[in-house]
């Protein structure tokens, strides 16, 4: 069984300050993990990825994501954020049979 | 490529009336998964495909039906709707593998009363 949990459901950020959101992982099989973000009224999309090597991932829009295995982590951070990220980014995990596994979310809310 | 699509983006229903939620990928996927997303809740499964004429329930399938007649449509079926269907409804797809992303649609609207 596999699953990822968001402790923060939101966090509010001013613009151009550093942000951190945090994705813990379970998994008893080999897992690649994904960072999805949804803008309002929109479908998900993909950020960024881990799937073997460099622990430090990068993405799109700034975005990059760092995976610790022995604490089981794969914490999203951006040092620098713009209103236009505003929106729900949401952590996953994929281990096996085709299933991937999401997090509850978390709204970032970027303050002007 | 229009990549996944979805229809209709809103619908209202009353208690006990059917609908067809329609999906179609253009991207030649063959694995397609239908989500159903609540407030605070993230996105649970209700069914998946891994390919045309192969599907399995998810994590809450009850209530919804689906079929896989194609390689591009995945339709998911509600035959009585109930007040506990209303949500936002979201297909998505990928290509095989476990390291491979999804690709999600726009997202139907559901509101049941």
């Known amino acids: 069984a596999q699953s990822v949990t968001q402790l923060d459901s939101q966090v509010p950020v001013f613009e151009e300050a550093p942000v951190e959101l945090r994705c813990n992982y379970s998994?008893?099989?080999?897992?690649?993990l994904f960072w999805y973000v949804q803008y309002p009224n929109q479908g998900l999309q993909l950020l960024l990825k881990?799937?073997?090597?460099?622990?430090l991932v990068k993405g799109i829009n700034g975005f990059e994501a760092e995976f610790n295995k022995s604490q089981t982590s794969f914490h999203l951070r951006k040092p620098s954020v713009h209103i236009s990220d505003t929106a729900e980014y949401f952590c996953?995990?994929?281990?096996?049979?085709?299933?991937?596994?999401f997090g509850t979310g978390t709204k970032l809310q970027v303050i002007p | 490529n229009a990549g996944v699509t979805q229809t209709p983006k809103f619908r209202i229903l009353k208690i006990g009336q059917s609908m067809t939620l329609q999906c179609t990928q253009d991207?030649?996927?063959?694995?397609m998964y239908w989500y159903r997303q609540d407030p605070g809740m993230g996105l649970k499964l209700i069914y998946y495909?891994?390919?045309?004429?192969?599907?399995d329930k998810g994590e809450v399938p009850n209530g919804y039906n689906v079929s896989r007649s194609t390689t591009e449509d995945f339709p998911l079926r509600l035959e009585l709707a109930a007040p506990s269907q209303t949500s936002v409804y979201f297909c998505?797809?990928?290509?095989?593998?476990?390291?491979?992303?999804?690709?999600f649609g726009p997202g139907t609207r559901l509101t049941v009363t």
């Open positions: 998994s008893s099989v080999s897992v690649y």
């Open positions: 991207m030649n996927h063959n694995y």
């Open positions: 998505a797809s990928k290509i095989r593998g476990t390291t491979t992303e999804q690709y």
């Open positions: 495909s891994v390919g045309a004429g192969i599907t």
């Open positions: 996953a995990v994929s281990g096996g049979y085709q299933k991937v596994t």
């Open positions: 881990y799937l073997s090597g460099s622990t």
